[in-house]
C-alpha cells in the first residue's frame, strides 16, 4: 500500500522532452520584396529626375538663346524700352518690352477683378451657406469651366462677349480688344480661385465656428470675420496661382485681344499684344534663325517665365508667412 506507481509518460511530455530540430529559415520571400522595393524606388526617383531635368533643360534652352538675342540687343534697352516693334534688322527694330509686359498684366489685372469676387463669393457660399447635396454637385460643374479649351473662351470673347455686351454698351469699341479677352480670362479662372479658396475655407476647424455662435454671430458674420481671415493664406494663395494663369493665357489673347503692336497700351477697348500672343504671331510667320525676331522669342519666354517663376515664390512665401496651424 505504500508503494509509489510508476508514472506513465504522456504524448505531449514526450514531445516536449524530445529535442526540437533546427528548421532552415526560407529568406526568397524577403528577398524577392527587398528587391522589388528597391525597383519601385529607383523607378519613382527616375520620374522625380526626369521632371526636375526637363525643367532644367527648359530653362537652359531659354538662357541660350536669349543671350544669343542680348549678343545683338542692348540689354539695357530690353528692359528700359517703350517701344517694341521688331524688325528683321536690329537697327531698324525697337526692341523695348514694356509694352508686351503691360499689356500682359493688364490683360490679368482685368481677369483678377473678374475672378477675385466671383470666385470668392462661390467659395464662401459653398463652404458655409451650401447644403452637402448642393455642394457636391455645383462643385464639380464649378471646375467643369476649367476644363473648356481656351480657344472656345477665345471665340466667346470675340463672337458674344464684344458684340452683344461691349459695342451695344460703346460702340467706339474695337471688335480685338483687351477688355473683352480679360472678361473671357476672368472667366476661365473663376474655378482656380473657387476651388482653392473653397478648400481653404472648410480646411478651418468646425469649433471657431461654434464658438463664433455661442457669442452670437451671425452666418455672414462668421463668413467675413472667422472663417475668412483664418484661411486668409490659402485664398491669397489660390489669387496668386490664379494671376499666374492669367499671365501665362496665350490663344484667348490671340483670338479676342488682337496683335497691335508699338508703345505702352493705354485703352482697355483697344487691342495690344502680350508676350505670350507676340510669341504665337512670330511662330505663324517665317522667322529664320539668322531673323532676330527669332531669338527675341527666347528672350520674351524667359522674361515670362521669371513673372511666373516670382509669382509662384510669392505665394509660397505668404503662405509660409501666415499659415495657421490648427490641433
Not at 525643367?55 to 517694341?84: H, M
Not at 483678377?112 to 451650401?130: F, H, Q
Not at 499666374?244 to 496683335?259: C, F, S, Y
Amino acid at each position: 500500500m505504500g508503494e509509489t506507481l510508476p508514472t506513465t509518460p504522456t504524448v505531449a511530455g514526450a514531445v516536449a522532452a524530445a529535442p526540437t530540430a533546427a528548421r532552415p529559415l526560407d529568406l526568397s520571400g524577403a528577398r524577392s520584396r527587398s528587391a522589388s522595393e528597391r525597383a519601385i524606388g529607383i523607378v519613382l526617383f527616375l520620374c522625380g529626375a526626369l521632371s526636375i531635368l526637363t525643367t532644367v533643360g527648359i530653362v537652359g534652352v531659354l538662357v541660350f538663346e536669349t543671350y544669343e538675342f542680348f549678343r545683338r540687343v542692348s540689354f539695357w534697352d530690353y528692359l528700359s524700352g517703350t517701344e517694341w516693334r521688331p524688325n528683321r534688322t536690329i537697327e531698324r527694330g525697337e526692341w523695348g518690352v514694356w509694352p508686351l509686359v503691360s499689356a500682359t498684366l493688364t490683360y490679368a489685372l482685368i481677369a483678377m477683378l473678374v475672378a477675385v469676387p466671383i470666385g470668392l463669393m462661390a467659395a464662401v457660399y459653398l463652404s458655409e451657406y451650401a447644403p452637402q447635396t448642393v455642394r457636391s454637385i455645383a462643385k464639380p460643374v464649378l471646375e467643369l469651366l476649367a476644363g473648356v479649351p481656351t480657344i472656345v473662351y477665345g471665340f466667346f470673347a470675340l463672337t458674344f462677349i464684344t458684340p452683344e455686351i461691349l459695342q451695344r454698351l460703346n460702340s467706339t469699341i474695337a471688335i480685338y480688344n483687351v477688355l473683352a479677352a480679360g472678361l473671357a480670362i476672368g472667366v476661365l479662372t473663376i474655378p482656380l480661385v473657387a476651388s482653392l479658396s473653397e478648400d481653404a475655407l472648410r480646411a478651418v476647424p468646425r469649433s471657431l465656428r461654434e464658438g463664433a455662435y455661442a457669442l452670437g454671430a451671425t452666418k455672414l458674420e462668421i463668413s467675413t470675420r472667422i472663417v475668412l481671415p483664418a484661411a486668409i493664406s490659402g485664398v491669397i494663395a489660390s489669387v496668386i496661382l490664379a494671376l499666374g494663369r492669367a499671365v501665362g493665357e496665350t490663344m484667348i489673347i490671340v483670338v479676342a485681344g488682337g496683335a497691335k503692336v508699338g508703345g505702352v497700351p493705354t485703352d482697355p477697348l483697344q487691342g495690344a499684344q502680350a508676350m505670350t500672343s507676340y510669341i504665337v504671331n512670330v511662330l505663324q510667320g517665317d522667322t529664320s534663325r539668322a531673323d532676330p525676331r527669332y531669338y527675341s522669342l527666347f528672350a520674351i519666354g524667359l522674361t515670362l517665365f521669371v513673372i511666373t517663376m516670382v509669382l509662384n515664390l510669392l505665394s509660397r512665401a505668404f503662405v509660409a508667412r501666415f499659415r495657421e496651424v490648427y490641433q
